[in-house]
């Protein structure tokens, strides 16, 4: 059933809906085949008999692909479209997904299964960066330009709901009794995890390259068909403009913040005596309240007409709360910081998406190119902020790890990007572009 509501020449179609559901279902997949690991570490780390650091880098390998493959993944998807561009990076995820299941029956060295699943988690990095170029190549083809950074917002929804659920998921699927010594059954435990993840992702990308659909039966706005610029001139075009740049570097600071705070929050909130069970429930309360923005932010973005000041909120909002939870030793108010600093910082993820696509010199045609740029900038942040924040750390006289220089250094990076935002972004919601068009009908 369609929905012709809005513009007389576009039109929308109830069909839609699916699209985004099955769309949003890997990207939920992806996420969660990403992080198996993270919950479990101890455990992967006796499996396979290797450090703790060796370990971490199986979650931190995938993000470095973005690095490499961001700017060309997006433009495969401007250039053969969103389907081509998820279905692939669907497949490679479930292909190596199977291998790195497979791995633990056929070596019998732990080191060396560590390093084929090393390698495994690296192309399924590769993959899911052909995924999340698209998080708003698929709304732009579906929705009215007026609905469009709603739709980019629900499938953000989907993307952090992955990782929220997965963790508890890996914890619940492995079931490895806390405190085990007995190898045998962590190892039980781990290949549990890595045959249903494997299960889950091939059933996916099954159910997106069934369901889903290129292209609506008439346009839903005006949406080119093809790219005409390679990668690299794509990535020119994009790094001339100050606002993009300007997005860039938020995307940088953005994605480094909240890494940072994720990775490191059992000894931010160790400083104040409280248990690493209360840390996740802390970093938990970040992911929950970005599910909560990611779905009605963008929404009151559209309603508001703009976007500019939702970035500018965010950076307002996070600065005191993550000086909050670095510095407040109150478990009521860490918890509270941590829902409102994701409830307003990982929304800004789809609002940046949402303005490059509607940027003048960008704008639906170049739009995957653009967001695979910004999450490979986004990525080397995830990468830098962390480790910038070790320099920062210091020690108490008791043997305490203590955060807090850390947590003021990721302040000033808040200011920087709010600063930038102020600056640079150029505005480019309706409201200004129902100012501008009319405007130029006034003037023709």
């Not at 291998?99 to 090393?118: C, E, F, K, M, N």
């Not at 039980?188 to 609506?216: H, Q």
């Not at 990525?379 to 807090?404: C, H, Q, W």
Request: net charge neutral.
């Amino acid at each position: 059933m369609e929905d012709t509501t809005g513009a007389e020449e576009y039109r929308q179609y109830g069909y839609r809906w699916v699209v985004l559901l099955v769309f949003g279902l890997v990207l939920c997949v992806q996420a969660f085949l990403w992080i198996s690991f993270a919950p479990i570490e101890s455990s992967v780390e006796q499996v396979f008999g290797v450090s703790e650091t060796l370990v971490r880098l199986l979650a931190l390998v995938g993000p470095v692909m973005f690095v490499f493959l961001g700017s060309y993944a997006g433009d495969i998807s401007d250039r053969r479209g969103f389907k081509f561009a998820v279905s692939l990076g669907a497949i490679i995820i479930s292909v190596f997904g199977v291998i790195r299941a497979i791995v633990p029956h056929v070596i019998d060295s732990g080191t060396a299964q560590y390093w084929i699943v090393l390698v495994c988690q690296a192309v399924i990095g590769s993959g899911a960066v052909f995924i999340l170029v698209n998080l708003s190549k698929m709304p732009i083809k579906w929705f009215r330009e007026e609905n469009r950074a709603t739709a980019i917002g629900l499938a953000t929804l989907f993307f952090y709901l992955g990782t929220a659920i997965g963790i508890p998921l890996v914890n619940a699927l492995a079931s490895i009794p806390e405190g085990t010594t007995d190898v045998a059954v962590m190892s039980a435990g781990v290949n549990r995890i890595l045959w249903v993840t494997a299960a889950v992702m091939v059933a996916a990308t099954v159910i997106f390259i069934l369901i889903s659909k290129e292209n609506p039966p008439t346009p839903s706005g005006a949406v080119p068909e093809e790219a005409k610029l390679g990668t690299w001139e794509a990535l020119k075009r994009f790094l001339s403009l100050p606002t993009f740049r300007a997005l860039a570097f938020v995307s940088l600071i953005g994605y480094g913040v909240y890494l940072g705070l994720t990775v490191t929050m059992e000894k931010i909130i160790g400083y104040h005596g409280f248990s690493s069970s209360f840390a996740s429930i802390v970093a938990a309360g970040i992911t929950i309240g970005g599910i909560i923005g990611a779905a009605t932010i963008p929404g009151i973005s559209e309603k508001v007409g703009l976007r500019k000041p939702f970035l500018i909120i965010a950076a307002l909002v996070t600065l005191p709360m993550g000086l909050v939870i670095g510095f407040v030793g109150v478990k009521a108010l860490d918890v509270i910081g941590a829902f409102l600093l994701g409830l307003f910082l990982l929304p800004a993820l789809p609002i940046t998406f949402t303005i490059v696509g509607e940027m003048e010199e960008i704008g639906p045609l170049f739009a995957g190119s653009a967001v695979g740029t910004l999450m490979a900038m986004g990525n080397i942040g995830s990468l830098l902020v962390p480790l910038a924040m070790e320099l920062f750390k210091r020690e108490t006289e008791a043997g305490v790890t203590d955060y807090r220089f850390s947590i003021v250094f990721l302040g000033v990076l808040g200011i920087l990007g709010l600063v930038a935002v102020i600056v640079w972004v150029r505005e480019t919601g309706p409201r200004v572009r129902g100012r501008s068009e009319s405007g130029k009908t006034a003037a023709g």
